[in-house]
């Protein structure tokens, strides 16, 4: 069975530094993605960054990188240079190709980050 | 700017009646889920669908919920009878077919009284 567990219920960072949500899953696929999501206070949920499994860098967006570890398991999000409008519910999502799996999205549970000015 | 599109945004009901949420996927996705966001369950998967085809619906109560994709621009979720745990932001989101990216509607906030 598939699991995303993001341990981290909240988090606070200082205004213009970098922040690391954390993301662990579990899979017996050899072929997954990895998402993650930002959720605002307004309740919309923006797509932020992607890395397939079999990708050798690690995937960049703007100010969002994702720290792919294969061998732990993990996916965690660096966010660079935090910003007021950060502050928000992250999740972290995976979808598997497999035996196991045909592709749905699943969610872990979130974290909540606050940016203080 | 191509966008996933749920109506109604909002809607309130009394327990016992139906409740159909639609969905307009972006065009050329051939991949949509159903979600239902709680603070107490957080984003969980109802349903989904690849190429119309419904793939995995085991999320969701069989009884009284329903997808179906009647074309390939539509999207619909039924709930019928409605109860007040039903209560929550049902979200679609689209993607196309090997998925590297996911987006989601604004989702639809229910409310049974």
């Known amino acids: 069975a598939q699991k995303i567990t993001q341990t981290q219920p909240g988090m606070f960072v200082q205004e213009k530094e970098a922040v690391t949500l954390d993301c662990t899953y579990d899979?017996?696929?050899?072929?997954?993605?990895l998402f993650w999501y930002k959720q605002p206070s307004s309740g919309e949920m923006i797509f932020l960054i992607y890395?397939?499994?079999?990708?050798?860098q690690n995937a960049t967006e703007g100010r969002y990188s994702l720290n792919f570890q294969k061998a732990r398991k993990s996916a965690n999000l660096v966010i660079s240079a935090s910003q007021l409008g950060d502050s928000a519910m992250y999740f972290c999502?995976?979808?598997?190709?497999?035996?196991?799996?045909?592709?749905?999205?699943?969610f872990g549970q979130g974290t909540t980050l606050q940016v203080k000015p | 700017d191509a966008r996933v599109t749920q109506t109604p945004r909002h809607k309130v009901t009394e327990m016992g009646q139906e409740v159909t949420m639609r969905c307009q996927p972006i065009?050329?996705?051939?991949?949509v889920f159903w979600y239902r966001q709680t603070m107490m369950q957080g984003l969980e998967l109802l349903a989904y669908?690849?190429?119309?085809?419904?793939?995995?619906d085991s999320g969701m109560p069989k009884d009284r919920f329903s997808a179906e994709m009647p074309d390939a621009t539509l999207a619909t979720l039924k709930i019928q009878p409605s109860e007040p745990r039903d209560s929550a932001v049902y979200f679609c989101?689209?993607?196309?077919?090997?998925?590297?990216?996911?987006?989601f509607g604004q989702g639809t906030r229910l409310t049974v009284v």
């Open positions: 999502a995976m979808r598997g190709h497999g035996s196991s799996n045909t592709g749905k999205l699943i």
């Open positions: 065009l050329g996705h051939n991949t």
């Open positions: 899979t017996s696929d050899q072929s997954y993605g």
């Open positions: 669908f690849r190429n119309r085809a419904p793939l995995d």
């Open positions: 890395q397939g499994s079999y990708d050798e």
């Open positions: 989101a689209s993607g196309p077919a090997y998925l590297t990216e996911a987006f």
